[in-house]
């Protein structure tokens, strides 16, 4: 299902939102190369990109923290910041990829990213173009990764429904569907609860390797499961 969502690119809409015109056309041009058939949207303000999301509902926003309320206000990473809680609330599901140089400031909203159910990346503006599209791709597919937040992870913190997977899939054998009926919720909400949790533990998809193998161990060394 997600590489059908990924090849189906003619279907896919990009909203890109940064104040500094040549960035944007830079960074619509990375993405135009690896999603030669998407519809690309752009706003350089906060109000701009609420506007954008209202009428064009898109599958995936890339923004910057850096930006103003409107037109002829100062950009400020505060204002990138309450944008950005507006949208995981309203559009909980919404694939996003925060693209800037303020990373660090989204410590400050790390329980609304705990929170959303949709992709949520980070990529730094010092990232090469290669680096950032693997961002996009994981977030199109539903990840999370936050690494790149200096002291998001300080103290590891561990939710109860995730340690609650770690343990039926792990203790138990159980799969997904398996433990989705356990738990009483949906296979997307259990896919929700891997994603975060292998977020909080660092495991993030590897060539070559099996990530739910990586998972186990990583859960294993900081002794969330035996």
């Not at 041009?29 to 109000?47: C, I, Q, S």
């Not at 505060?78 to 303020?102: D, F, I």
Request: aromatic fraction near 4%; charge should be neutral.
């Amino acid at each position: 299902m997600i590489k059908q969502a990924l090849s189906a690119k003619a279907l896919l809409k990009i909203l890109v939102i940064d104040d500094h015109e040549s960035v944007l056309g830079g960074t619509i041009d990375v993405l135009r190369k690896h999603y030669p058939d998407a519809e690309f949207m752009t706003a350089l303000t906060g109000n701009n990109a609420l506007n954008q999301l209202t009428s064009s509902q898109p599958e995936l926003v890339v923004m910057d923290l850096s930006i103003p309320e409107s037109f002829g206000l100062t950009a400020r990473p505060n204002t990138g910041l309450q944008l950005l809680r507006t949208l995981m609330k309203n559009y909980p599901n919404l694939n996003l990829v925060v693209q800037s140089a303020h990373v660090r400031t989204l410590v400050r909203v790390r329980p609304d990213i705990d929170a959303h159910k949709g992709g949520f990346t980070v990529a730094d503006k010092s990232l090469t173009s290669k680096e950032m599209l693997t961002r996009v791709d994981w977030a199109l597919q539903g990840l999370t990764h936050t690494k790149d937040i200096k002291g998001i992870h300080s103290g590891l913190e561990v939710k109860p429904e995730w340690l609650q997977v770690l343990t039926l899939a792990f203790q138990e054998g159980l799969q997904d569907k398996a433990i989705a009926e356990r738990m009483c919720v949906s296979e997307r909400m259990v896919r929700h609860y891997w994603s975060k949790l292998q977020d909080a533990l660092e495991v993030y998809p590897e060539e070559g390797k099996n990530i739910r193998i990586q998972t186990q161990m990583r859960a294993r060394e900081e002794g969330l499961i035996d």
